[in-house]
């Protein structure tokens, strides 16, 4: 068999770092207590994560910049943040919110290898679909979280689930 697409491109392309186990499992369980998610949503399946690249109609022969920049970040895992407050995004996500020069750090590394796409953002959305009449409710639950620990950064391809996932900070041992 071979392979037989004409396009020399990836639709979208990340590097996202992802949250440690116990945490990602402590949002889930809030998340199934609470969350209404729309009959098939595409957000549905998408693990919590700090975006740092986010790229779209990639050439392949760009992959290796984006696998030697996981190489680097490993150095800086596991990456704590600090959390500031808990917001809502648009209207039924809650979110931890930080002080985005927490991960100027990374972001400079990140620049050295793909400039373009550098991410800077100031929360990350943990519990997705809350409905209003909940969302105090969840928003104390979150208030206790003082920091997010991120034990791993990941590449994925089109959509931040496991399934997409190309490759992974964690396979380099340090």
Do not use: C
């Not at 491109?9 to 440690?20: C, Y």
């Not at 809502?88 to 002080?99: G, M, Q, V």
């Not at 620049?111 to 990350?124: D, H, L, N, Q, W």
Request: hydrophobic residues 35%; charged residues 30%.
């Amino acid at each position: 068999m071979s392979l037989s697409t004409a396009s020399n491109s990836i639709n979208a392309i990340g590097v996202f770092g992802r949250l440690e186990p116990e945490q990602e499992q402590y949002f889930k369980e809030i998340s199934e207590k609470y969350s209404h998610y729309p009959k098939d949503d595409e957000a549905i399946g998408m693990f919590n994560h700090l975006s740092l690249v986010i790229n779209r109609f990639i050439p392949v022969g760009d992959l290796p910049r984006y696998i030697d920049l996981l190489r680097e970040l490993k150095a800086f895992l596991p990456f704590t943040i600090k959390t500031s407050d808990v917001i809502i995004k648009e209207e039924k996500h809650l979110a931890l919110s930080f002080d985005p020069e927490q991960t100027q750090k990374i972001r400079d590394i990140a620049s050295k290898f793909v400039p373009e796409g550098v991410v800077v953002t100031s929360y990350t959305k943990v519990v997705w679909f809350v409905p209003k009449e909940d969302q105090e409710e969840v928003k104390k639950e979150l208030q206790n979280i003082k920091e997010m620990i991120f034990y791993d950064f990941q590449l994925v391809a089109n959509r931040q689930d496991d399934e997409h996932m190309i490759y992974s900070s964690n396979r380099y041992k340090m």
